[in-house]
C-alpha cells in the first residue's frame, strides 16, 4: 500500500521561506515520478512541481518557478518542496503525488503565507 506523509508547512510572513517534504513508503520510490500540487481556497487543485525518478527531468510551473525548487533523496524515499520569498497568495494546501508507475496522493499540508 502506498502512503505519501507531507510535513513542513505552516504559518509564515511574506518573504519568508519553507521547506516541504513527503516521505513515500510502499513504491519503488527511485523510479516513481513525483510531483507536489496545492490548492487554494476556492480554487480546483493545481500543478506546482515534477520531478522524474532520478531527478533527470524536474518542471516547475512558471508562476513560481523563480521561487520554488523541487528535488528528491532517494535514498530517504523523500521529495522536497524548497519555497523560497513566499506570497500571500501561495497560501494552499499543499499535495505530494506519486504519478508514476503507481499513482497515490499524501494528505496535504497547509501553507499559509501572512503578515
Known amino acids: 500500500q502506498v502512503q505519501l506523509v507531507e510535513s513542513g508547512g505552516g504559518l509564515v510572513q511574506p518573504g519568508e521561506s519553507l521547506l516541504l517534504s513527503c516521505a513515500a513508503s510502499g513504491l519503488d520510490f527511485s523510479i516513481t515520478v513525483m510531483s507536489w500540487y496545492r490548492q487554494a481556497p476556492g480554487k480546483e487543485r493545481e500543478l506546482v512541481a515534477v520531478?522524474?525518478?532520478?531527478?533527470?527531468?524536474?518542471n516547475v510551473t512558471n508562476s513560481v518557478q523563480s521561487r520554488f525548487t523541487v528535488s528528491r533523496d532517494n535514498a530517504k524515499n523523500t521529495v522536497y518542496l524548497q519555497m523560497n520569498s513566499l506570497k500571500v497568495e501561495d497560501t494552499g494546501v499543499y499535495y505530494c503525488?506519486?504519478?508514476?508507475?503507481?499513482?497515490?496522493w499524501g494528505q496535504g499540508t497547509q501553507v499559509t503565507v501572512s503578515s
Open positions: 503525488r506519486a504519478m508514476w508507475p503507481k499513482s497515490a
Open positions: 520531478i522524474s525518478g532520478v531527478g533527470g527531468y524536474i
